[in-house]
């Protein structure tokens, strides 16, 4: 979770760095994940939206006027390599694993992830002084999730500028909690078509999604950056509005009440509205026990991180968390 205001952000070894990223990459693949969810409730958020501000104007003034090693020593390589590294790993090795199980058992794939959403508003949700002003920025904040994810796809070129523009609106959004990077480039109609770049390394597509995203991450971090520094419970719950908004897009059971032809000829679905699952059928009972893996497992971790999670402080006793040594 996010640090409260007069904490400071932890540090963590690189292993751990790693497999944060790592969990982020995997997010970032699922259209209605967000991978800032992953960070926010992981404990890196702070740590990442400040390696994110290491690239500013001091030092590309550094670097021109020769002082390169100078440059270099203000970006906390200590943090953003392993998480780099997990990140990229997680999206060149699972990137074919996330198209097959979206294809084919997306119930499951939902389910899991819905349990790990809900379980990440109860975790930050008990960190926000909850008053009539913060309590208004979440219901605004649910409002527009809500909207945002239920937008219809559009129908949109596969061409250099506009995969720039659509990396860079889609790293807004992944670094957001309950936003998903992912469900942006697949409102803009690039979802399928960065996918399967990647799984197939296509650089030049690759290349203008990647340089949108460096671009809009470098301008957008700063502003939130911000933002939770001056209005911090008011930013976070606004956050967590957008984790139960996103919760319409997670939600396993669907039905396809709009289709468009593709491209490439083929039918794919544009509208979709959430229904109500067969209880009489094995899925739903399946698809239940991934969503309660999923919520028992990302407390689990919060409660290991923190101390303090909601569910485990219950049943196990809150406890103060140990110091975390940087290796």
Known sequence: MQPSDNESPRSFSALRI????????IADLIPGVSGGTMAFILGIYDQLLAAIKS???RLVQLIFRGRLREG???????????????????????????????????VYLFSFFFGLIVASIIAVGVTVRW???????LVLGSVAAYLIVGLVPLSMPNDPLTLFLSGMVAIMAMI???????????????????????????????????????????????VLSWLLKYYHHLIVAVLVGFMVGSLRKIWPWKEVIETMIDRHGDVVPIRERNILPDFAGGEVW??????????????????????????????????????????
Request: no cysteine; proline share 6%; glycine share 12%.
């Open 131 to 137: 008053a009539p002003g913060t309590a208004l920025a």
């Open 176 to 222: 957001l909690p309950g936003i998903s990077g992912s469900f942006i480039l697949l409102i803009l109609g690039q979802y399928a078509y960065v996918l399967n770049a990647v799984s197939e390394f296509n650089l030049l597509a690759i290349l203008p999604v990647a340089l949108g995203a460096v671009i809009g991450l470098l301008g957008f971090a700063r």
């Open 18 to 25: 790693f497999f944060t990223g790592f969990a982020m990459g």
């Open 72 to 106: 270099l020593a203000q970006i906390p390589f200590g943090f953003l390599i392993p998480l780099g590294l997990g990140l990229g790993v997680a999206i060149l090795s699972m990137a074919r694993v996330m198209r097959y199980l979206l294809e084919n058992q997306p």
């Open 55 to 57: 690239f500013n104007l």
């Open 286 to 327: 399946l698809a239940l026990v991934l969503a309660i893996v999923g919520f028992v497992l990302l407390s689990f971790i919060d409660h290991l991180q923190t101390g303090a999670n909601p569910i485990f402080s219950r049943l196990l006793g809150r406890r103060t968390p140990k110091p975390v040594v940087e290796s």
